[in-house]
């Protein structure tokens, strides 16, 4: 029972980053209905960008944290423009396609331009862990959920009581009658692409101190998120917080009790459970049609 | 105000309008009527924009507007309000009606026309904090016609306005948008299947059938025609 703090940190510390990733696919979804399957390859952009100002410009990653939100954003209108746009209102199939292309060609991107060498961004506090009441954590993953946390509770905030994530969500909720607004549809759709775009790339600015960068680091980070999403309700935010928690808890609690190498196993298995039980989500009585709730 | 002219549209190779007709004129309060899948609320979706015409042209207020975007139609003075009211459920009343006036010509005024909407239809103050999806289908009517009126109109359309709806519901929305008509000067065009009561709410009526406009004149002269039996209760019923 000692490691029950360490348990209960280490879930929340893990699940942080994990929430922001899963909000921003989420939240993509919900008012594109467009699964983004190229997300990790933002993240794994957004982990490069944080490797490359360290090595370069000796950036702190959490300074790189501030002007990556402006450059993911910005990464994620013109990919809309150019690659989302014109296939946003054609058939799945024809979206599964462009987006798992985008990310096969981001991954092969970066290996011709980065290779597949594992890079590392050594802070001089890489190695500082606290300890607090038994439990031990790492000054690096302390900082990334406190900054994740705080960008997903803004991104919450913003999408409830600001104008633009009102008229947001009435896209997600009804298109034609949000056009008959006035609502250029065709431009919340650019804006929230690029915002789940900026929060990825956040998250893989904040992951960037604490694990490999490589071309293909996305993947790891964003099986989860889609495990989280569809477990939280796909489109719905707060479903997608509350299922990356407890995801990272399964991964946790897991790998200390049997083994780290099953850690996959075990929540892809709680994953499988859970749609056996509740196909819609945990929290998906309303089916998909949840963002805006 | 509107003029419809020789509207063709197709939905692929189906083609669901046949050089449709239509026109408002100031003031007026007109009906479409028609039987099921005669094309009605495609030539409604075709004005707003939310369809593009194969041919024909739609001219609102002196321009031409076929092909535009449907949200550049709001701007110019255009309101639709789709069949089933279509509110966006998880907003609240208030919400709903205030993204109405997203339209730059109508947000500066917002305050000001919220006001005067909440005077025709007390419902959107009354029930302003609840989510939309949770009121009846009456309420729901009524804030979609508020939430149109938001965006300070000349012309409001209203697919199918009593769909649903208890009589006396219904008889209540017949009186407000006369009143609409009266009080803010706002030219009215609704679909209705039922021809004694949309014919005695309008001026004038078109009949659509099979996506072409095959009939048009005052309320009290459709009122009257054979050829209107004809289509709605069929040849036998005379």
Redesign the interface.
Known sequence: MTALPQLIVSTLLLGGVYALIAVGLTLIFGVLRVVNFAHGEFLMLGMYLAFWAFALLHFDPYLTLVVSLPISFAVGWASYRGVMRPIVHASHNVQVFTTVGLSIALQNLALVLFTADARFVRTDYYAVVVRIAGAAFNVAQIVAFAIAVALTAGLFTFMRWSYTG??M??TA??R??????????DRVYAITWAVGIACVGAAGVLLAPIYPVYPTAGLQFVLIAYVAVVLGGLGDMAGALIAALAVAAVEVVGSYTIGTAWKEVLYLLLFIGILVVRPAGLFGQRGA??L?? | MLTVEGLDVAYGDFQVLWGAELRVDEGEIVCVLGPNGAGKSTLMNTISGLVKPRAGRVTFLDQRVDGLPAHRSAGHGLAHVLERRRLFPFLTVLDNVLLGSHNPRARSHRAETLERVEALFPVVRVRRAQLAHTLSGGEQQMVAIARGLMARPRLLMVDEPFLGLAPQVARDIGLLLRRIREEEGISVVFIEQNVEVALRLADRGYVLESGRTILSGPSAELLRSSEVKRIFLGDVAL
Do not use: P
């Open positions: 009102k008229v969500r009435a909720q009804d034609d009658a949000s056009a008959l607004m006035g609502i250029d549809t049609e949840a805006g709730a």
